[in-house]
């Protein structure tokens, strides 16, 4: 499969400490987006990161893209119970057009 | 300014009827994608308009069908359902670009029984 493949697939930490999700894919890619998606609605585009990029940082969050490894990791800092969520990375192949392909996704639970 | 619109919310049919759910891009967006999520499960691409062509399609049988009209909406249709087509149907828009991220509607749910 091209797609995406979250690790963990689910998550469960305390409020305050970090979430770290790690996505792999398997062909080369243009670029690769991180997504939200709170209890079965709709998703919310956190960050994207181009394969020239190695690292990306947007308020708490902070991306990395490894494409020799062809691996990216999440990380949530400082996180919070409203962060409790369901995280998917997607990928634009290369020659993929617009075409987003979406991995399985990695559950997160923060509790207070 | 309105995000991506999606109608119904939710919609229950039986068993080989036929379903059409629509969408409504972001102002000046004119790519539309379709997105199936199955209870549990990641997102399937579906189908995928720019411009009222359709540009890719995802591993689905031929009764899964779109279109993208003029002013950029789109309509999912699916023929003949079947029990296995419960789930969320998610649109999303976004310009035509490689290093463009997508917004998504609240999704379509739907139910066969």
């Known amino acids: 499969s091209q797609q995406g493949e979250e690790d963990p697939q689910a998550l469960s930490i305390q409020e305050g400490e970090n979430a770290t999700m790690n996505c792999s894919y398997k062909t080369s890619i243009n670029n690769l987006q991180w997504y939200r998606q709170n209890s079965g609605r709709g998703l919310v585009h956190l960050i994207l990161?181009?394969?020239?990029?190695r690292e990306k940082h947007s308020g708490r969050l902070r991306v990395t893209l490894d494409t020799s490894k062809k691996s990216s990791s999440l990380l949530i800092t400082a996180s919070r119970a409203a962060d409790t969520a369901s995280y998917f990375c997607?990928?634009?192949?290369?020659?993929?057009?617009?075409?987003?392909?979406f991995g399985t996704g990695t559950q997160l639970k923060v509790e207070l | 300014e309105a995000g991506v619109t999606q109608s119904p919310t939710h919609l229950i049919k039986t068993r080989g009827q036929q379903a059409t759910l629509r969408c409504s891009p972001i102002s000046g967006h004119t790519s539309v994608y379709w997105y199936q999520q199955a209870l549990g499960l990641g997102l399937q691409f579906l189908l995928w308009y720019d411009e009222g062509e359709e540009r890719n399609r995802g591993n689905f049988p031929p009764r899964f069908s779109g279109r993208q009209f003029p002013n950029y909406s789109s309509e999912l249709n699916v023929n003949a359902l079947e029990l296995e087509d419960s789930a969320l149907y998610l649109c999303?828009?976004?310009?035509?670009?490689?290093?463009?991220?997508?917004?998504f509607g609240q999704g379509t749910r739907l139910t066969v029984v």
């Open positions: 997607a990928i634009i192949l290369t020659g993929g057009g617009n075409k987003l392909t």
């Open positions: 990161i181009r394969s020239n990029e």
């Open positions: 999303a828009s976004s310009f035509l670009g490689r290093d463009t991220e997508a917004f």
